[in-house]
């Protein structure tokens, strides 16, 4: 839940009003988006991390002291936000008069 991720990071933006978190190994949690209210998409280059103190999280086995590690800069993108039109080719069968006929095709 929202409130589990929140007792083991601080976010430096909000991540919206709800996700949940799971650790799918010992060294790899994955954060999923629920409900991005109230949030603008985390930005590559700004948004970073700290575990917090009070999360208890060390290394495996357990040997150092807590960490209060924060993450490198996020990396990485979230896609192509309005798609794009990147080419428009005209081809015909080359017709008698050269212009747009029956059968002629818009390749977009």
Same mark, same amino acid.
């Given at each position: 839940t929202k409130a589990q991720v929140d007792t083991i990071f601080t976010f430096s933006d909000s991540l919206g009003a709800d996700y949940t978190g799971v650790w799918?190994?010992?060294?790899?949690?994955?954060?999923?988006?629920q409900d991005t209210t109230g949030s603008a998409p985390p930005t590559p280059g700004f948004f970073s991390l700290q575990v917090k103190e009070s999360a208890g999280m060390r290394n495996y086995p357990p040997t150092s002291a807590r960490t209060? #590690? &924060?993450?490198?800069?996020? +990396?990485?993108?979230?896609?192509?936000?309005?798609?794009?039109?990147?080419?428009?080719? #005209? &081809?015909?069968?080359?017709? +008698?008069d050269g212009s747009f006929d029956a059968g002629d095709t818009l390749t977009i």
């Open positions: 799918t190994s010992r060294s790899v949690f994955i954060i999923t988006a209060t #590690a &924060s993450s490198p800069l996020l +990396t990485g993108n979230w896609g192509t936000v309005i798609p794009e039109v990147t080419r428009l080719v #005209a &081809s015909g069968d080359g017709g +008698t």
